[in-house]
């Protein structure tokens, strides 16, 4: 069965220093991968996905992520952050064929002047 | 509006009353979709439909969810004799096309039963 993983459930980072969010993911074939960010009371957006080609896609609001097979992980990356990223973030995954996304349990992001 | 919208945005049930939740898609968007969101946790697929087809229900938590778009428009959730373990937030998203691709997801309604 399809399940991700997300490590970490909260990390603190100072504003300006870089980024990096994990996620693991158990798919027998190539998966559709998926991050999404979920500011306080707004809906989830996307900010960028993985379905085939590139192995480092770029995303909205400067993030990217890197699709790595041998190690079954696409995390998330930004080099500089800033205060508004300060949100919770999940990583998703959807199978081929297939109509569901699994989400993994989220890591909340909160950023330090 | 422009997005997913959702309604209403907040119920309050007593155990055993049901409860009927609206999901309005973005206009022309082929799928659909609802979570179920527990507090501290990633959202859990419930149901998926293809405009009006439901392809996929299993991730409905039993028989006392019921989900339907009658027209590929519109879509409700319905869940009856609400017990306190349904206490979440229900989420719609939509997608212009297939089920793997970019979902524009709304605001969410936080279901409480007491």
């Known amino acids: 069965a399809q399940s991700v993983t997300q490590p970490d459930i909260h990390i603190t980072v100072s504003e300006g220093a870089s980024l990096e969010l994990r996620c693991n993911y158990s798919y027998g074939a190539t998966p559709y991968l998926f991050w999404y960010v979920q500011s306080p009371g707004q809906g989830l957006q996307l900010l960028l996905k993985y379905f085939s080609g590139d192995t480092l896609v770029q995303g909205i609001k400067g993030f990217e992520a890197e699709f790595k097979r041998s190690q079954s992980s696409f995390n998330l990356r930004k080099p500089s952050v800033h205060w508004s990223d300060a949100a919770e973030y999940f990583c998703a995954v959807g199978a081929t064929g297939g109509f569901k996304t699994i989400f993994g349990a989220g890591t909340r992001l909160f950023v330090k002047a | 509006g422009a997005g997913v919208s959702q309604s209403p945005r907040y119920k309050v049930a007593k155990r055993g009353q049901d409860v009927a939740l609206r999901c309005d898609p973005i206009?022309?968007?082929?799928?659909l979709f609802w979570y179920q969101q527990a507090l501290g946790q990633g959202p859990e697929f419930l149901t998926y439909f293809q405009n009006e087809a439901q392809l996929d229900k299993s991730g409905l938590p039993s028989d006392r969810f019921f989900a339907e778009r009658p027209e590929g428009s519109v879509s409700t959730l319905k869940i009856q004799r609400t017990q306190q373990e349904d206490s979440a937030v229900y989420l719609c998203?939509?997608?212009?096309?297939?089920?793997?691709?970019?979902?524009?997801f709304g605001p969410g309604t936080r279901l409480t039963v007491l």
């Open positions: 206009s022309g968007h082929v799928s």
């Open positions: 998203a939509s997608s212009p096309t297939g089920a793997l691709n970019e979902q524009f």
